[in-house]
């Protein structure tokens, strides 16, 4: 049975933290330039229907740096849901890679994709989540953690629109066992179905999950200030009104920093709109690990590679390559 990333809920937590431990393993080797070579000659296929900086070149270094190799498909580069079905272009790349990365506008297409692939396929983010982003991120918490604090007692507080990243992250807080809390505008806080997955989450973790208006108490006792941009794609006619909602109230500034404990780290999964959900003096201050946060989509992306990709790959004996290797010189030199 092939296994895909496309949610932290179809893992149970200690799978999840055993994958944040094989991230913490490979970022060490990493900066040790011991990188081990595990996916050689394996490939992974990327197909992105909107422009990416992290997810893209994490993936693409990431597989590098394992030995493999990574192909970068864009719209217009491969015909899937234009000339050919989802399922056609599923079964057609799955053919040719070891796994496949897909950024896609709808959820139902990583879905459908993983669906009838025949290789893993990662949810390299979605109208809905963004998975590979906050395992990155409770990663970069456990290197970040208030001292003596364990994860179960980290206290995550996201200001601003309920997007992919806000709904993510508050899945794999709330199913660690985490304190989650989202402060919004009313009209633009989690959904009643995606608050539903995070109560359930708190009843087997013990986690909590709180939805406020109140972003000054939300942030009263946070040890992570998380923030993203207010408006995803396909919403820039809301700009105008999602601002006046947001501003200034909401904006991770200074002024909101000095209500949240002086150890309080701030965070973002970028691109940023600086001066808009958070200002430059937040974004660029010593309590900022937006760029570590941002270096640990690579160690992230190696792990999940190295987990899902390396127990299915073929090692033939050397004896078995060089048969091989014999046959075609013979056939090449008859």
Known sequence: MVRHYISTQD??????????ELIGLLKRADKEGACP???????????????????????EVAMTKLGGHAIYMRPGEIHMGVRESISDTAK??????????????????VVDLAR????????????????????CDVFTMLEHAPAGKKLEEFNVTFVGDAT??????????THLGMSFTHAAPKAYQISDST????????????????????VNAAVADADFIYTDLWWWVGQESEI????????????????????????????????????????????DSAQSIIFDQAENRLHTEKALLVYFVYPRLKQAPQALVQHHEGLVEAFLNA
């Open 116 to 135: 009838f692939s025949t290789v893993p396929v990662f949810n390299g983010l979605t109208d809905f989540n963004h998975p590979t982003q906050v395992l």
């Open 164 to 173: 992919n990243v806000c709904n993510s992250l508050m899945m794999i807080c």
């Open 240 to 283: 105008p009104d999602r601002t006046k909602a947001f501003m200034p109230k909401f904006q991770v500034n200074a002024a909101l920093l000095a209500k949240a404990p002086k150890y309080a780290k701030v965070m973002h999964c970028l691109p940023a709109s600086r001066g808009v959900e958070a200002t430059d003096e937040v974004l």
């Open 92 to 109: 057609v790349v799955s053919r040719m890679v070891d796994v496949i990365e897909a950024r896609t506008l709808k959820h139902q297409t």
């Open 11 to 20: 893992f149970p937590k200690e799978e999840l933290l055993r994958l944040i």
């Open 195 to 214: 608050k539903a997955i995070g109560r359930a989450n708190c009843e087997k973790s013990g986690g909590r999950l709180t939805v406020t208006d109140d």
């Open 37 to 59: 070579k595990l996916l050689a000659g394996a490939s992974l296929g990327m197909i992105f229907e909107e422009p990416s900086t992290r997810t893209r070149v994490s993936f």
